[in-house]
């Protein structure tokens, strides 16, 4: 997994390693040839691999996958890589952004916008962090079981874990071995699910009787977490667009033993909603707030999605705010740290949705995490968990 992950996490460094050495156009290269090379080089300059068996491991599996006539390159580009530093080869890159984008692999069009409102050592902050594996957070279901025990199972699984001072149900592990196999998993005792996005379903406060959309559901972990607040004793109603994503909903709720929640297939953009009391918008996003943790997203994004995204994102906010009863509450939220997902939208929508107030977040436990306008605001290498926004907005 760290190899994978890694090879993609790092794929601009690594081509850069490559290219150097690559005698034609590298671009044009077979995949499986590029894939086999940034594997070797990663484990060059990344891992503690000794340099012969990183070699000689590629040009093996190289011969395994039906590509023997490309062993000899693959031997001599990384035996090129292995004697070439980081340094050398930034020496002749004289835009800073540039380097950057080498030094920490990210693209130049996403730095280049974080440039405009992050002095370069908190950007190399953020570049450290998304490069890094995330933070493991498990969150307990009290539905299913208490502290004690769960902490008692814990410790008989030999984790080392922290308990979150933010939220109770909330716990940091230094790693997670094979806890997704345990009978406790299977029988809903807990969920994968970092700090951050457990804040943002928090920010409902689910009472008795409550009837929640939440909005964009899939794969589930807020609905989830908002019905085990909630006791079985609120409402959900979860949608998705996909009916296919809405099979990991309804995976979720089996396996945590959910009550008093029905799924629908709908698109929040442009389909009616039922009437709510409360309603969860985590729309689609950048996800610049979580790059740690979904380490191909960086390439699979271009500086172009973010007005079709806003498109997307304004019409579900609009949309959904007609189904919120009067004096209901709507939670905006993203994964993304672009204002233009964030308070810009925010600011831009109001005019559209009758009769809303903003709601600054004045929750104790939360304190550390708002930002100067009362809006959640998470940043990874600050808070070391994902980067999330989230705004409460009321309905008068």
Request: charged fraction near 25%; proline fraction near 4%.
């Amino acid at each position: 997994m760290e190899l994978v992950y890694g090879a993609t996490r790092q794929q601009l460094q690594l081509d850069a390693y490559i290219s150097r050495h690559y005698k034609g156009q590298y671009q044009k290269a077979q995949h499986a040839l590029k894939v086999l090379l940034r594997m070797g080089c990663f484990q060059l300059i990344h891992m503690q691999t000794p340099d012969h068996a990183a070699i000689n491991e590629m040009v093996n599996l190289a011969r395994k996958v039906k590509m023997q006539r490309s062993a000899g390159l693959i031997n001599a580009i990384l035996r090129q890589v292995s004697k070439q530093s980081l340094e050398a080869l930034l020496s002749d890159i004289e835009d800073p952004i540039q380097q950057l984008a080498i030094k920490h692999s990210h693209p130049q069009w996403m730095l280049r916008r974080w440039q405009e409102r992050y002095p370069l050592d908190t950007i190399q902050l953020l570049c450290q962090r998304n490069n890094q594996s995330p933070d493991q957070w498990i969150r307990r279901n009290a539905l299913s079981v208490d502290q004690k025990d769960f902490e008692h199972f814990l410790e008989g699984e030999k984790m080392v874990y922290e308990h979150s001072a933010v939220l109770p149900e909330f716990y940091r592990l230094e790693q997670i071995g094979t806890l997704i196999h345990t009978p406790e998993f299977k029988s809903g005792w807990f969920s994968f699910q970092d700090l951050a996005a457990g804040m943002v379903a928090a920010l409902l406060e689910p009472h008795s009787g409550d009837l929640i959309i939440d909005a964009c559901a899939a794969p589930g972990g807020k609905m989830a977490y908002l019905a085990e607040l909630g006791r079985n004793q609120i409402e959900i109603v979860a949608c998705d667009a996909s009916p296919k994503r809405l099979e990991k909903v309804l995976g979720n709720i089996e396996r945590l033993h959910l009550q008093k929640i029905q799924t629908l297939t709908l698109d929040a953009a442009v389909d009616a909603l039922p009437v709510a009391d409360k309603i969860l918008l985590d729309v689609p996003c950048t996800g610049t707030g979580v790059l740690s943790r979904r380490p191909d997203s960086r390439w699979r994004k271009q500086e172009g999605d973010l007005l079709k995204l806003n498109q997307i994102q304004q019409g579900i906010l609009i949309n959904s705010w007609k189904s919120l009863k009067a004096g209901g509450l709507l939670v905006y939220a993203t994964c993304s740290l672009e204002p233009e997902e964030n308070w810009d939208l925010i600011e831009m929508s109001l005019e559209q949705l009758e009769g809303s107030d903003i709601e600054p977040i004045d929750a104790e436990n939360l304190k550390p995490y708002i930002d100067a306008r009362g809006a959640l605001s998470t940043l990874p290498w600050a808070h070391k968990m994902d980067g999330m926004f989230a705004v409460k907005i009321r309905k008068k």
